[in-house]
């Protein structure tokens, strides 16, 4: 198995993109700390791994808080000892709006879940594992990043620096044996954040939620949504040693859609 021995924090993992994370991370034998601020659905994704043969444990966490990011990363060492990976990967939408109509306190939110979260379990994990001399961090970054899309701003904004993020910590710590790799995803249309992208921007717009999953998925050379499964088949591969030479890159999982 290409991650056995190896602990990982897998947060945003209650439902959704982290879910099949967590899920591909146990199934090759990573122990999985499973974190998200909904305990019955943290609980749940663990109960599924447990029940199909893995390891994990689950906490209801909220990572826009500093002493909640500890508490996960101290409860991942009391569960299983060292973390080998972190996978950066709760985040909102926040407000589907135009940037003049965001309020500062929702601007601050989206980038304490998107961005903020990532520098506080990232610093966390660090230490431990440059004393290893191992490790690996993979940040959910989006499409959002790199293209350009209306009513979204603190959104693009967050994922647009956490590649920022990305390519410094990489920096930093390739001497150290410590690689870190961002996702791009293009829409993955079955996630509860997709629904309320599609509400928000059916408001927004006055055309139908039917219409704007067509326009996505026409926005892709594929010409379809992405699953949760193909975004997790890409962070496997990037947290294992199969990508051993692969540091400060970012993976597009986008069926096609933006080409940088
Ligand atoms: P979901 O809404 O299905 O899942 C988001 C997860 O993040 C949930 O488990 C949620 O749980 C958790 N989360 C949200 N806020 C916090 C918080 N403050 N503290 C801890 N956990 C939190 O969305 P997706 O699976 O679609 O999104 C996962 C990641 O993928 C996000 O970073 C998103 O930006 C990115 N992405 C998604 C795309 C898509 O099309 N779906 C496209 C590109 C990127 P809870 O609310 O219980 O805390």
Not at 117 to 126: C, D
Request: glycine share 10%; aromatic share 4%.
């Amino acid at each position: 198995m290409l991650l056995s021995g190896q602990v990982a924090i897998v947060t945003g993992a209650g439902r959704g993109i982290g879910r099949a994370i967590a899920r591909a991370l146990a199934t090759e034998g990573a122990a999985v700390m499973v974190t998200a601020r909904t305990e019955s659905e943290v609980r749940l994704v663990a109960g599924e791994i447990s029940k199909a043969g893995g390891r994990a444990t689950a906490l209801a966490a909220d990572v826009a808080h500093e002493a909640e990011c500890e508490k996960i990363v101290n409860a991942a060492r009391a569960a299983f000892g060292g973390i080998h990976i972190l996978v950066n990967n709760a985040g909102i939408y926040g407000p589907v709006q135009p940037a003049e109509q965001i309020t500062p306190r929702e601007w601050d939110q989206v980038m304490a879940i998107n961005l903020r979260s990532a520098f506080l379990l990232s610093r966390l994990v660090l230490p431990e594992m440059y004393a290893r001399g191992a490790g690996n961090i993979l940040n959910i970054s989006s499409t959002a990043a790199k293209a350009a899309y209306q009513w979204n701003s603190p959104y693009a904004a967050s994922k647009a620096a956490l590649l920022g993020l990305t390519r410094t910590l990489a920096a930093e710590a390739a001497r150290h044996g410590v690689r870190v790799n961002a996702i791009c995803p293009g829409p993955v249309a079955e996630t509860k954040m997709s629904e309320e992208l599609r509400r928000g921007l059916a408001s927004q717009s006055g055309a139908d939620e039917a219409t704007i999953s067509q326009q996505m998925s026409l926005g892709t050379l594929q010409g379809r949504p992405q699953t949760a499964e193909e975004i997790a088949a890409a962070a496997l591969f990037l947290v294992s040693s199969r990508a051993s030479a692969i540091t400060g890159q970012t993976l597009n999982v986008d069926g096609g859609s933006v080409f940088y």
